[in-house]
């Protein structure tokens, strides 16, 4: 069992000094996890159940440094100005998690989390994109605020449509950043009933609206487990291609 030990000022640290010199070697893996787990953090708290203003400011300028950073950080290791902007994105994330909470992503990989040895922020971006599918028609106008912050063109788009496009924007992020799928992760699709109950035992709960019951996890769980198998097709098509 994965449990959260923050949300004390005791282990909090006074300073932060954030170099992105620093990060110019880490691997790509870790790039897009990481990059994935920063973007987690503002969508979440932006699309939290008592999200306020400061943190909606913060998560959305967050937001906007993913959108234009995160590829050229993943794909040019080296570019200082990249690496730049996403400590700063991890940084404004931070400060909106910090003050408010994270959402189903972050509690359903927390607890996942504990039972195979998978990177945080692999598992947390894997999970990004179908959290959002379910949570998405409960909070239309937030979603489509965050397609503009991804930079999409809503203009002449309903706000159900701006809506969906975060999601499907979300969903290509994670192809295109590598993020394995569940499967590749070490989970299989027979574990969903044990981990969903292993989500409702963690102290991390869910501060998004709607995601609380077991059958709702197993549900989002499964879709994440589905999405990993197109995954699965696309590459070997590629390869097949090649």
């Not at 790509?28 to 503002?42: E, F, K, S």
């Not at 607890?111 to 990177?119: N, T």
């Not at 924007?169 to 993020?179: A, K, M």
Request: some cysteine; charged content about 20%; hydrophobic content about 40%.
């Amino acid at each position: 069992m994965k449990f959260n030990v923050g949300g004390t000022p005791n282990i909090a640290a006074w300073v932060a000094l954030i170099d992105p010199a620093l990060s110019v070697n880490l691997p790509a893996g870790v790039t897009a996890g990481t990059g994935m787990d920063a973007l987690t953090h503002a969508i979440e708290c932006y699309t939290m159940a008592y999200h306020q203003p400061f943190t909606d400011a913060v998560a959305l300028h967050a937001m906007e440094y993913c959108s234009r950073w995160l590829r050229v950080a993943y794909s040019q290791g080296h570019n200082l100005e990249a690496r730049y902007h996403m400590s700063m994105a991890a940084m404004l994330a931070g400060l909106a998690t910090a003050t408010d909470s994270a959402g189903a992503a972050h509690a359903m990989s927390q607890s996942a989390g504990g039972v195979h040895d998978a990177p945080h922020g692999a598992l947390t971006g894997r999970l990004l994109a179908p959290v959002m599918e379910y949570n998405y028609s409960g909070e239309p106008e937030r979603f489509a605020r965050i397609a503009q912050a991804l930079g999409l063109d809503t203009a002449n788009k309903t706000i159900w449509k701006a809506a969906e496009l975060s999601v499907e924007y979300v969903y290509q992020l994670t192809e295109d950043l590598d993020i394995p799928s569940l499967n590749e992760l070490g989970f299989a699709e027979e574990e969903i009933r044990c981990s969903r109950r292993r989500r409702r035992r963690t102290h991390r709960r869910s501060a998004t609206r709607g995601t609380s019951t077991p059958k709702i996890y197993e549900k989002i769980y499964a879709r994440a487990f589905e999405a990993g198998r197109h995954r699965k097709v696309a590459r070997q098509l590629a390869h097949a291609g090649s």
